[in-house]
């Protein structure tokens, strides 16, 4: 079985400052994991993936996210909070087919100039 | 590549009406695609499976005879929410897998519909 969780339903930094959303899963197989960013009705856009390459994993608008198999964590960070980030974030993890998908409960970032 | 749409966008209908929910794969051919469910402010909820030319799974405690699902091509998967009422009212996602691509394990999800029924 698999799931998800994500620390935090809200997060709110500064413009400029760190962002540092977290996501820990459980797994009883190699996982594959996501992040995802949705904005206000609209659907899911793929930000990165990990799928047992690097354990670092760059994606885009300068998201990154590093698989810590000894944490069971993969957080998303960016390094400077812009305030086109403020969004929906959620986390999903499936088996290597793809079948199942598990996301987190997603976590709304806010961005104060 | 790998484009996912949903049509309508949005739709309002009367309680007791019938809506139909398309959920197109653009560029390639899905041989699985996905209906999800969100309510506001929360995650999404997997409703149902959809393999090309079979029947859907569908997760437990969803309704198979409100929620009717049908994936007569690989392109194409509808969601039909029969007879609706108010507490169908929701953001409904689908999204599609092609396992002609080395990411085949990944699905690429659709812009959503927004149902609201009165």
């Known amino acids: 079985a698999q799931s998800v969780t994500q620390l935090g339903s809200h997060v709110s930094v500064s413009e400029g400052a760190l962002v540092l959303l977290r996501c820990n899963y459980s797994?009883?197989?190699?996982?594959?994991l996501f992040w995802y960013v949705q904005y206000p009705n609209q659907g899911l856009q793929l930000l990165l993936k990990?799928?047992?390459?690097?354990?670092l994993v760059k994606g885009i608008n300068g998201f990154e996210a590093e698989f810590k198999k000894s944490e069971t964590s993969f957080h998303l960070t960016k390094p400077s909070a812009h305030m086109s980030d403020a969004a929906e974030y959620f986390c999903?993890?499936?088996?290597?087919?793809?079948?199942?998908?598990?996301f987190g409960t997603g976590t709304s970032l806010t961005v104060i100039p | 590549g790998a484009v996912v749409s949903q049509h309508p966008s949005r739709v309002i209908c009367k309680s007791g009406t019938s809506v139909k929910i398309e959920c197109r794969s653009l560029?390639?051919?899905?041989?699985?695609m996905f209906w999800y469910r969100q309510f506001p402010k929360k995650s999404l909820m997997l409703m149902a499976t959809s393999n090309e030319g079979s029947k859907a799974t569908y997760e437990q405690g969803v309704e198979k005879d409100k929620f009717l699902i049908n994936h007569a091509s690989l392109t194409l998967s509808t969601l039909t929410v029969t007879s609706a009422h108010p507490e169908d009212s929701s953001f409904y996602i689908c999204?599609?897998?092609?396992?002609?691509?080395?990411?085949?394990?990944?699905?690429?999800f659709g812009p959503g519909t927004r149902l609201t029924v009165l």
């Open positions: 990990y799928t047992s390459a690097a354990t």
């Open positions: 797994s009883s197989v190699p996982p594959y």
């Open positions: 999204s599609a897998r092609d396992w002609t691509r080395s990411s085949y394990n990944e699905q690429f």
């Open positions: 560029d390639f051919q899905a041989t699985t």
């Open positions: 999903a993890v499936s088996d290597r087919t793809g079948n199942q998908f598990y």
